[in-house]
């Protein structure tokens, strides 16, 4: 089981393929394989796809302590460091997307080209969801069965709801095989609470792709237009009738956005 010491945690990472590193960083209290399942192999097929366990997701430690977006990025550098990649591209969903703000404002050296999926800068500036999410998203009492089936229409469109239950099966056997203990879902829920790089990102010096799917009932779409007006020469793409987990409701567009991005910017040492 591939982990690596950083500081005091555990992280758990999986490699895929080979090229230039591509960071993947997951969702709250999602591990990195069911995040990322229907993403990793078609870009594995260009990259060395490095999945992380945020603290507290999957296989990796779950210590009982404030987190913060900070702390997370510096665990990811951490792995970085640890498997001697001095740069990568960076990847992030949802609260990944969070953390990887983080790394490119705290590790400039290590971020080579910089992809937010479906996130925000936080603060009072961000776009929120309807308070029905939030409680969905926080909720420690129901029976992670229960809790993953109502989230369902809050994650992914409809129309992906009614047409494709085998792969939402799959996805729920991934979440429930590793679901977080109650004290990580109020963790990772504190970290993005306390997130805000509204007045930081434009500090933001690399490459950077956003995309949004446009019936995001999670992080609506319009942080994902802040953010791309706030950082400097980032490019905006919008998927049509896509829901907020967009790395296993449209993986097909969703890689081939990130390829031809990277394609555009290549990695300089």
Known sequence: MPTVKVGDISLYYETHGGGDPLVLLPGITLDS????????????EHYRVVAIDNRGSGLSDKPDIPYTMDMMAK?????????GIRKAHVYGLSMGGMI????????PEMTANLILACTTCGGRHSAQPDQAVIAALLDTRQAPEEKARR???????QEFIRNNPDVLEHCFSL????????????RQGEAIMRHNTYDRVPEIGVPTLVIAGTEDK???MENSRILASKIPGAELITLEGIGHLLSVEAPEPVNKAIHDFLSRHPMTN
Do not use: E, I, N, W
């Open 100 to 107: 990887a703000q983080h790394l490119a404002l705290c590790y």
């Open 33 to 44: 394989a069911t995040c990322f399942f229907r993403q990793t192999p078609g870009l594995a």
């Open 151 to 157: 989230l369902l229409p809050f994650l992914h469109g």
């Open 175 to 186: 979440y429930l095989k590793h679901y977080p203990p109650p004290h990580v879902v109020m």
């Open 218 to 220: 999670v992080v609506p």
């Open 75 to 83: 665990d990811a550098a951490g792995v970085l460091d640890s498997l």
